[in-house]
């Protein structure tokens, strides 16, 4: 079975820190992978997405992930965070079937 | 485009009663989503549709919860009867058919059973 693993439950960074949370998944098959954001009191959004090609996606907001297929990972990058990224952050992947596997999120607070 | 439309965003209502969550999927979209979101649980997805069919409700918690889909534009979650623990904010989100697309998220609807 399919499943997300986001080891990182809440993270707390001062602006213009580096973030990198992480992401891995069990599945064998062709995957795609995608980061979604929460931001409070909001509805998931799309970040960015890995269907094939490039394994380096970049994102809206300066947001990066990279899909390393031999360590399962699909990691969110971001090198300088600002306070309006205060989110939660979900990493899914999709295998053979329309049926997106959630992690159970990375709460990220950034002060000022 | 006007997004994936839910109502109500806020629903207060007593255990036992029956509860029904409504979707609007965006236009042209083949596939349309449920999930529940809770703190214990995080997000679950309870049941998904592909042009208006049932493909796989592995995810509805028990037979207390109903989902339909009439037709391409609009679909129902049912609870009847409601408990407490059934307090959660409800997605909706929907997306064409292929593989290259990800899945649009609707405002949700919060959920409160006292």
Redesign the interface.
């Known amino acids: 079975a399919q499943s997300v693993s986001q080891h990182n439950h809440h993270v707390i960074l001062s602006e213009a820190a580096s973030l990198e949370l992480g992401c891995n998944y069990s599945y064998g098959g062709t995957v795609n992978l995608f980061w979604y954001v929460q931001y409070p009191g909001q509805h998931l959004q799309l970040l960015l997405k890995y269907f094939s090609g490039d394994p380096l996606v970049k994102g809206i907001k300066g947001f990066e992930a990279e899909f390393i297929k031999s360590k399962f990972s699909f990691n969110l990058r971001k090198p300088s965070v600002q306070w309006s990224d205060t989110a939660e952050y979900f990493c899914a992947v999709k295998g053979n079937t329309d049926k997106l596997i959630f992690g159970t999120g990375t709460r990220l607070q950034v002060f000022p | 485009d006007a997004g994936v439309i839910q109502s109500p965003r806020h629903e207060v209502t007593e255990m036992g009663q029956e509860v029904t969550l409504r979707c609007k999927p965006i236009s042209g979209h083949n596939?349309l989503?449920w999930y529940r979101q809770t703190m214990m649980r995080?997000?679950e997805?309870l049941i998904?549709f592909?042009n208006n069919v049932p493909?796989?409700d592995s995810g509805m918690p028990e037979d207390r919860f109903s989902a339909k889909m009439p037709n391409a534009s609009f679909s129902t979650l049912k609870i009847q009867p409601s408990e407490p623990r059934d307090s959660a904010v409800y997605?909706c989100?929907s997306?064409p058919t292929g593989?290259?697309y990800?899945?649009?998220?609707?405002?949700?609807t919060r959920l409160t059973v006292t």
């Open positions: 596939s989503f995080g997000l997805l998904y592909n493909i796989d997605f989100a997306r593989d290259r990800e899945q649009y998220f609707g405002p949700g």
